[in-house]
């Protein structure tokens, strides 16, 4: 997008919001330690699908997603990580794994983990693995329209 179409969203609806840029890095682990923002603080995006259909959860990068929590939220039949290659083809103008959590841009549902509601801000993917933003909570809730739901259970890594 990468970082433009983000911009001019949010720019749109004047929302404040910064702008980090880091080196290359591709896991929400190795953003955290190149940008000194903890994992509680950095939500990742995190695409299922459930039951055939697309979801876009966002969740802080110390925590993983619970599928099973999501197919019980859900009501689910069936969830499951989205592959690699549908990434590319729901997300075109992003860098794989770089999705901001805007699923709305998208036309595809947003799941937000509560444990993100405990903060007053969200730093997040712009698109590229190697922009980051960081916004207000309330002014992403807005936006973004996230479903709020137990979505994670704590990571074995620390982040």
Not at 90 to 108: H, Q, R, W
Request: glycine share 4%; charged share 25%; proline share 4%.
């Amino acid at each position: 997008m990468p970082l433009n179409r983000l911009k001019d969203f949010l720019d749109t609806y004047q929302i404040k919001y910064s702008g980090i840029s880091h080196s290359v890095a591709y896991t929400a682990q190795g953003i955290a330690a190149l940008t000194h923002i903890s994992g509680k603080e950095l939500a990742k995006t995190v695409v299922v699908k459930a039951d055939n259909i697309f979801f876009m959860t966002v969740v802080p990068a110390s925590r993983r997603v619970d599928l099973a929590q999501i197919k019980s939220a859900l009501a689910a039949t069936s969830v499951e990580l989205a592959r690699e290659e549908e990434l590319r083809e729901l997300f075109p103008d992003c860098e794989t794994g770089a999705m901001p959590p805007f699923g709305n841009l998208y036309g595809i549902r947003v799941l937000a983990d509560e444990s993100l509601t405990q903060d007053r801000e969200i730093v997040f993917n712009a698109g590229s693995h190697r922009e980051l933003i960081r916004m207000a909570w309330a002014d992403y809730v807005k936006l973004a329209k996230p479903t709020i739901l137990c979505l994670t259970v704590e990571s074995l890594v620390a982040a």
